[in-house]
């Protein structure tokens, strides 16, 4: 049995969170799919609550914590992202975006990405199209087509049940770019430096 | 093994006071610690280049040219000399005066510079800053080393029959040092020319500092330098010390909280943890110290952050006492007795000019036999 890794990346701040709710439904479906092409999953989920300070003092310093280092190493080695933020004041959460700011530049090159949202009102659900994809289209993630948002009353007692079968259609379709062979990772400065003469060249 | 300060040269104000000293104060406090290291017995004093508030040194051979007149024995140095946005031509000219008339005891730094800004002021573009390291390095190199010169390149108006005056003292020029905190290109220049390589390793953890020797290190051997472990390596420091640990983290805490660099994010205790910064008793500030041969191999400068923050004068001088009054003495005994016998000391003129007279002795011998 091949094996692949999932990371949720969750932006709730509260305890319990809807946002780490929202990531959980989406690692098993995703799981679920995999499981079915014979692909054992390792689900790990960070919570940024977790590292709010360590993250402000790497905007400051310009370095890790043991801590932080080690989640970075983490979501730069998955095989796919489940990224889940509450919206707040019309887009991704501050600390959220600090994430995303914080980790190397091309850790998320060709990665495939699950975007996920949640929030108070249905009225916000193009955050996931205005803002988050942008994003993750930046950093060069392969973002799978079908983002989830995830409202107030989505999870209330009148709730349609969209948001399973949703979430379900988004995890089939991570899991179908997770399970491929994953391309080859960046090369490492250290590991490329230009010889003196090309430097010299001007190349 | 060489010991130093080196010095930002930023106005601050004392967070415990809030006063801020003039541009005049600052300027003349800086020749004062510089006084101040070789009086109690250190090797160098470096000075920084900013070209921006709240910095003074824009004007770093003026200064050294004061000091080297008040002082006998102290190296005269940069950290850094910016090599981006400097003509190389008025480099080679000011620090070969300096060079004359300091008697030899002068070397530099080169170094990228960390604000953008200052690019366009000169007319260059941050973009290309590794390119202009490149390029501005090798034709100050030549400047020094050829006695008329025809150059042309990207960045500069071409010379024809150009002669940099005054020559190299005893023909050879001081030595120069590459100070990089990130980027590998820089290490793989020192390397080529067996330069030496300072990581002011002193705002990170040591990992990443680790990775950059040790390229240098290599490097230096693939160029046929010598051996990874001959390679010339610096290194920062920081430091507060107090005879109890207790009392340096109480009095330092206000201007560490403070500071531009790292104030208002980690405490002082995850800083102190995780990089070089000691605040504490002069016992850990030698433990501490020692730790860096471990981590990065024997290496020949080790320059200490001294003045800055805001610190008052007297507590810098006092630090100071304390630096070369009871840390370096044991520091310079424990890493001499470590030191293999091929490891080279620190760089000096005079064992420069020595090692040019003996391959100049050497290559006439060779010719005689040839004969």
């Known amino acids: ?203 | 093994m060489q010991f130093g300060v080196f010095s930002v040269g930023d106005v601050t104000t004392d967070p415990t006071n809030g006063r801020t000293p003039t541009e005049a104060e600052r300027i003349k406090a800086m020749v004062t610690v510089a006084l101040k290291t070789e009086e109690v017995g250190l090797d160098v004093f470096a000075t920084g280049e900013h070209h921006n508030p709240p910095f003074v040194p824009s004007s770093p051979t003026t200064m050294l040219g004061y000091i080297a007149a008040r002082t006998d024995r102290l190296i005269l140095s940069t950290a850094t000399t910016l090599i981006t946005t400097n003509d190389p031509v008025k480099i080679a000219e000011d620090f070969a005066m300096l060079q004359h008339l300091a008697d030899g005891r002068v070397d530099l730094m080169m170094g990228r510079g960390n604000t953008g800004p200052v690019y366009p002021w000169f007319g260059k573009d941050i973009r290309d800053g590794i390119p202009l390291a490149i390029e501005n390095y090798h034709l100050l190199h030549r400047l020094w080393r050829e006695e008329v010169l025809d150059w042309e390149g990207k960045f500069r108006t071409p010379l024809q029959s150009f002669t940099s005056t005054p020559r190299p003292l005893d023909g050879v020029p001081p030595f120069v040092w590459h100070g990089s905190i990130r980027s590998p290109e820089i290490a793989e220049q020192a390397a080529y020319y067996g330069d030496g390589f300072f990581a002011n390793n002193i705002f990170w953890p040591k990992e990443h500092f680790i990775r950059l020797i040790n390229l240098y290190r290599q490097r230096y051997e693939h160029y046929g330098h010598g051996q990874a472990d001959q390679a010339i390596v610096g290194l920062g420091g920081q430091v507060f010390m107090r005879k109890s640990s207790q009392d340096a983290v109480e009095e330092f805490r206000p201007y560490f909280d403070h500071a531009p660099v790292y104030g208002y994010g980690p405490s002082l205790e995850e800083f102190t943890e995780q990089t070089p910064l000691t605040v504490g008793s002069p016992q850990q500030v030698i433990e501490k110290t020692l730790e860096f041969r471990e981590h990065f191999g024997d290496y020949q400068r080790q320059l200490f952050l001294m003045d800055h923050a805001g610190l008052p004068l007297t507590t810098v001088l006092e630090q100071i006492e304390m630096l070369g009054g009871e840390v370096v003495p044991v520091l310079r005994k424990e890493f001499e007795s470590m030191r293999p016998a091929h490891v080279p000391e620190g760089p000096t003129h005079a064992a420069i000019k020595a090692a040019a007279e003996e391959r100049a002795a050497a290559a006439i011998v060779t010719g005689v036999e040839a004969q």
């Open chain 1, 1 to 203: 049995m091949s094996r692949r890794s999932i990371v949720v990346v969750s932006g709730g701040l509260n305890e319990p969170s809807t946002t780490r709710m929202l990531g959980d439904m989406l690692a098993s479906a995703t799981r679920r799919v995999l499981g079915e092409r014979g692909v054992d999953t390792i689900v790990d989920v960070v919570e940024l609550r977790d590292h709010a300070n360590d993250l402000t003092n790497r905007l400051t310093t310009g370095f890790a914590s043991g801590s932080l280092t080690s989640v970075l190493d983490t979501v730069a080695g998955a095989d796919g992202l489940i990224v889940v933020t509450p919206v707040l004041s019309g887009s991704y959460s501050g600390l959220f975006k600090i994430f995303f700011d914080v980790l190397d530049r091309d850790a998320l090159a060709t990665k495939p990405v699950l975007i996920a949202a949640t929030g108070g009102t249905p009225r916000h659900s193009l955050v996931l199209d205005h803002a988050l994809r942008p994003l993750f289209s930046y950093l060069g993630a392969v973002v799978v087509p079908t983002g989830v948002f995830a409202a107030t009353e989505d999870w209330g007692a009148g709730s349609d049940q969209a948001l399973p079968v949703r979430a379900q259609r988004a995890g089939a379709e991570l899991a179908a770019l997770v399970a491929r062979e994953p391309l080859p990772k960046p090369i490492d400065a250290f590991d490329d430096v230009p010889s003196f003469e090309r430097l010299l060249g001007g190349d």
